[in-house]
């Protein structure tokens, strides 16, 4: 329970500046250091110790400013090399951590790496991808980075991602609508987004409150790719 506890409070810890790259992220180097004591104590790690140690490495930003990705990997090798199977919960978080990840020479998401997890990885772990799922990887390709110093948001991949979900039955959901926005916002692709509110806002699932910020969110797109081209987006 003590370390569960001390490895609580590092994934929901916000660095001060000093920690550089890693300031307003969790701790995962004491995270991981709290594991290691565990450890060294032949202590046997629960669900809540995984969960806490996998938190810590997708809220993190000590590795050049994105999420410990190398570290979430190995929690999930861990794991699997001790008995534990990797629930479906605890492969979304991976995808997560590829999505919030700063990588190669542009500095973005790891999309390549996200979908080989949903569409290999959990197939053959037998971990059937959810909602959270599918929008862990839109957001991915939302914070992909297509070019150094350039813009991001890998529209086309979302939707691409958005069908194939679609296509294995499972719905969208509120966070699946925002994903999508926020690729079609980074690419400034306001057609994208206005598609997105008024897809999302025929569905039940998005509420009027989340509808009225998607449409806050289209419309504020909308006026920053106006003042950066100096054209109308009417």
């Not at 590795?63 to 979304?92: E, Y």
């Not at 839109?138 to 890998?154: F, H, Q, R, W």
């Not at 925002?178 to 008024?198: E, H, I, K, W």
Request: net charge negative.
């Amino acid at each position: 329970q003590t370390f569960n506890l001390v490895l609580e409070t590092c994934s929901n810890a916000r660095l001060d500046a000093g920690a550089g790259n890693g300031a307003g992220g969790a701790d995962s180097t004491r995270a991981w250091q709290t594991f290691e004591a565990l450890d060294a104590a032949g202590l046997e790690p629960d669900a809540a110790t995984w969960g806490h140690l996998m938190e810590a490495c997708v809220r993190s930003r000590q590795c050049l400013g994105g999420a410990d990705l190398a570290g979430a990997w190995v929690v999930l090798d861990l794991m699997r090399a001790r008995g534990v199977q990797p629930d479906v919960a605890m492969w979304t978080r991976l995808v997560q951590a590829c999505a919030r990840a700063c990588v190669g020479t542009t500095g973005g998401a790891d999309v390549e790496a996200a979908w080989r997890v949903v569409d290999t990885t959990m197939p053959l772990a037998g971990a059937r991808p959810d909602a959270a799922t599918w929008s862990a990887f839109i957001e991915a390709c939302a914070n992909a980075k297509l070019s150094v110093g350039g813009g991001g948001g890998d529209v086309a991949r979302a939707w691409s991602a958005y069908d194939s979900m679609r296509a294995a039955g499972v719905q969208p959901t509120t966070a699946t609508w925002a994903a999508l926005l926020m690729a079609c916002a980074q690419s400034r692709q306001v057609r994208g987004g206005a598609d997105v509110a008024g897809a999302a806002g025929s569905r039940e699932v998005v509420g009027s409150s989340s509808q009225d910020a998607i449409t806050g969110i289209v419309s504020a797109t909308s006026a920053s790719t106006s003042t950066s081209t100096g054209t109308s987006t009417s």
